[in-house]
């Protein structure tokens, strides 16, 4: 071939590549610039969307933490709460020391001053020495506290004549109001003689119910009429007034003045 058409044919591929190339290259570089704009669009808008969810997320995270920490907060007061309560229970057994008591647990009970069904007055003191069983109720009631009377008449005269064992009988009234001691007096007589009926002012009475952790309330009040809801408990005193056990309704006559019995039996009694 001739050295121009090879001068010729080489300037013009040259020519070629040089127009070819820059275009390629512009090419490239507006596909690269704009994949760039398209990445930085997406993450412009990744970034509002983020904000967003925080702004919408922010309030429910209040929704949701504020009753935590409420929850928390009672939670925390009531475990305080039950560990004072603690830490000031005294232990029988931990206190004055008279040489009787030696039952360990919280103290059920405590002192009291009331008057009997013949005006006398009569504290925790007078009844130590001697088994007791004491029931909490009130001479109006209609059905539940004249059957449990009864029950605890028919129990206390099993434990004297089959055992020989002889527990005294205390009745406290929970509504003071209209148990006088007349009242009382006139409202055992019809069960048995030998129960000590307890009354004596509003305040003192629920003292010794509190002491006891026994529950009424007055309900259906219509002027002086009225019933008293109760726990129905009856609580089986050592000799020291300490409480070793608590009968509800389910005991009959019978089982009751047999676990009295055998309680008084495991002291020797």
């Known amino acids: 071939m ?66 935590t920490v409420i929850l928390g907060g009672i939670g925390g007061a009531f475990i305080f709460w039950h560990m004072n309560d603690e830490k000031r229970a005294i232990h029988k057994g931990q206190g004055s020391n008279d040489g009787c008591c030696t039952m360990k647990g919280p103290v059920i009970g405590g002192p009291f001053n ?10 925790e003191e007078d009844l130590r020495g001697g088994w007791i069983l004491l029931y909490f109720g009130y001479t109006s009631s209609p059905d539940v506290g004249p059957a449990e ?7 206390i005269n099993t434990l004297e004549s089959k055992y020989g064992i002889k527990v005294r009988p205390v009745f406290v009234t929970i509504d003071p109001q209209r148990d006088t001691p007349s009242q009382l007096r006139a409202y055992l007589k ?29 309900v259906e009040e219509d002027g002086d009429d009225y019933l008293v809801e109760s726990s129905h408990n009856m609580y089986l005193m050592n000799p020291c007034m300490e409480i070793v056990r ?15 019995h055998n309680e008084s039996r495991k002291t020797g009694a």
């Open 2 to 67: 001739p050295v121009s058409k090879v001068s010729l044919f080489s300037i013009g591929k040259k020519s070629a590549e040089s127009l070819f190339f820059p275009r390629r290259y512009v090419t490239r570089m507006g596909f690269h610039s704009s994949s760039y704009m398209r990445a930085a669009k997406m993450s412009n808008e990744g970034r509002r969307l983020l904000l967003g969810q925080g702004q919408l997320e922010s309030p429910l995270r209040r929704v949701y933490l504020i009753p």
């Open 114 to 123: 009331l008057i009997d069904s013949h005006g006398r007055l009569v504290t």
């Open 190 to 218: 019809e069960f048995d003689e030998r129960i000590m009926g307890l009354t004596g002012p509003v305040g003192a009475v629920r003292q010794m119910a509190h002491e006891y952790r026994v529950y009424f309330k007055k």
């Open 246 to 260: 608590t009968f509800g309704l389910e005991y009959n006559a019978e089982q009751l003045s047999e676990q009295i």
């Open 149 to 155: 009377l009864l029950k605890l008449a028919k129990a």
